[in-house]
């Protein structure tokens, strides 16, 4: 049956290249239990499959997914999901779930989001995401590319940039470089669970506006926070290390 054209609404860019699609799988490595996103016309969904002992796969695209459970029919440790892999209750699988997938450019951060929400069901994420998403995500502190991202990711979890693939290894080719990154759960926070959500408001605030010092994007923390703190207020956000941030949330009353 002819395949349908890409769908660019849904961010379809099929992987197509075989040592490509090899060196991805092999970084994926084997599973028990793996879902990976939006398999589209199943480039990783075939090796993932024989090495996993179990395999979800959440496609959104019903002609697609239509397609891959006619191939994968004689497979029962294969499941395709015709579904938003964004209203996917992830935590009704098993503890220690494996996440991959090559995900669609325009959820790719929301996704990833909503994962690290869900982290403690997870044992690690091995995706692609554009480069400038890897970078944001690995982004230490002075890098142009820090932002809220880099510091609730690094809070949560370890960040790996695995490995670059080029657009010409897609059918049809992407505008950017992608990156594959692996994202694996810290075991333990220097916050609270039930804090994140305030931590989280404090860095987004932080980085309101990104010329702004600190000062002037948290008029609210007293000289005092500052001088307790160690951290000099003029500084503007991209500079503070994680822990400085902790340090700036444990110190700081005031936003909470
Ligand atoms: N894995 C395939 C590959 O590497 O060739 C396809 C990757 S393509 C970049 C992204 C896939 O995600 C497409 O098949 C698209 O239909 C699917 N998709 C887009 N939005 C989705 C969503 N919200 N939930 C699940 N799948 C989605």
Request: hydrophobic share 40%; charged share 30%.
């Amino acid at each position: 049956m002819a395949l349908p054209p890409p769908r660019k609404r849904l961010g379809q860019h099929f992987l197509t290249d075989p040592a490509k699609i090899e060196e991805i799988v092999a970084a994926i490595g084997p599973s028990d239990t793996l879902v990976e996103i939006g398999p589209g016309r199943g480039a990783l969904t075939h090796p993932l499959a024989g090495q996993a002992k179990r395999l979800i796969a959440i496609e959104k695209d019903s002609d697609l997914a239509a397609r891959l459970e006619r191939q994968f029919a004689d497979n029962p440790g294969v499941t395709i999901r015709c579904a938003d892999a964004l209203h996917e209750d992830l935590s009704v699988y098993p503890k220690g779930l494996r996440l991959a997938g090559n995900l669609p450019y325009n959820v790719a951060t929301a996704l990833l989001r909503r994962w690290m929400e869900l982290r403690t069901h997870l044992s690690d994420l091995t995706v692609m995401v554009q480069r400038e998403v890897a970078q944001r995500l690995a982004a230490p502190p002075d890098d142009p590319s820090r932002g809220q991202l880099s510091v609730v990711a690094q809070l949560l979890m370890q960040v790996e940039m695995l490995l670059d693939v080029e657009p010409e290894c897609f059918d049809p080719p992407p505008k950017v470089v992608s990156t594959v990154v692996r994202l694996v759960p810290k075991e333990s926070l220097p916050i609270e669970e039930e804090e994140r959500k305030d931590f989280t408001r404090l860095v987004r605030r932080a980085f309101a506006s990104r010329r702004k010092t600190l000062r002037n994007n948290l008029p609210e923390i007293p000289d005092r926070t500052w001088t307790e703190t160690n951290i000099d207020p003029q500084r503007r956000a991209e500079s503070l290390s994680g822990e400085e941030f902790v340090r700036l949330f444990q110190v700081s009353g005031a936003l909470r």
